[in-house]
């Protein structure tokens, strides 16, 4: 074993060897610790070392290790305060609803299924929102329902397509997201399900007791088929990294919190992809 290291260290070099035995890991450069921010939202930059980011394959499962996005909490480490999946290292999250005072905001890289692949960290700041919008008043005009206008249930689509959905009786708002729940107010999940693509069980390198979008605690924030948290009704879809054949599409109503809405039946699409 000692010989074999010892080869290995010479053929690649030293530095090479430990950048690739070293797990994965992220951390955030701004906001800094202790600072001020002040405007309408929260400018965020990362750094990672050890994993390349990508969304290309989100929601799949057979994938390779090494490979997927981060997630972004905010006051919290579960699902109910995540503000959603990110594949650049600079984004912005919406101050929206957030009071005056001290924040937390945790980030922790996520494979393609969701599943936690590093370990969380975080950085407290002050925030002096200038210019944020006020929290919306609960709707309650009757029960929200969710269907698919296009494409047609049993349609051949490519692989880049846009999901039109009609909503009724919910608003969609990804400022929300990851804060308290409003009656009325919300986004849409979008699942899809394919096999080979993700019917096999998603590695999970660490545990983050996080709550699955089912409400139960689970070892990672397990999604599998998730392609999308989106907060709009014509949604481009891309599944270019998939395989041609039958696939299910399921749109859910989810509260601010990501839980699905009470009495919202989902909207499922069955397509073949070309």
């Known amino acids: 074993m000692a010989t074999a290291l010892a080869l ?36 965020l930059r990362v750094v990672i070392h050890n994993y390349r980011l990508e969304c290309t394959n989100i929601g799949k499962t057979n994938v390779p290790m090494g490979e997927g996005h981060y997630h972004v909490m905010v006051d919290g480490m579960d699902m109910a305060h995540l503000v959603g999946p990110f594949c650049s290292s600079s984004i912005e999250i919406p101050g929206r609803g957030l009071a005056a005072g001290r924040h937390t905001i945790t980030v922790a890289l996520a494979t393609d299924a969701h599943a936690m692949a590093s370990m969380p960290t975080s950085v407290s700041f002050n925030y002096q929102p200038v210019g944020t919008k006020p929290l919306p008043a609960p709707v309650r005009s009757g029960k929200p329902t969710v269907s698919v206008l296009s494409p047609r249930n049993g349609a051949s689509v490519g692989k880049h397509f846009t999901l039109a959905l009609k909503v009724r009786n919910f608003h969609l708002a990804c400022s929300l997201e990851g804060k308290r729940d409003i009656a009325g107010w919300g986004h849409v999940h979008v699942m899809v399900q ?63 919190d990501h839980m699905p809405t009470m009495d919202a039946a989902p909207a499922v699409l069955h397509v073949n992809i070309r």
């Open 8 to 43: 290995a260290v010479g053929a690649i070099g030293f530095p090479a060897l430990a950048s690739m035995m070293a797990p994965p890991s992220i951390s955030i450069v701004a906001p800094a610790a202790g600072a001020t921010v002040r405007g309408s939202s929260i400018p």
């Open 194 to 256: 394919q096999d080979g693509e993700t019917s096999a069980a998603p590695s999970t390198p660490l545990l983050a007791m996080m709550k699955t979008p089912m409400g139960m605690k689970a070892a990672g924030m397990s999604m599998p088929g998730m392609v999308g948290m989106p907060c709009s009704t014509h949604i481009p879809i891309d599944l270019s990294s998939w395989h041609s054949g039958p696939a299910t599409i399921l749109v859910l109503l989810a509260n601010d």
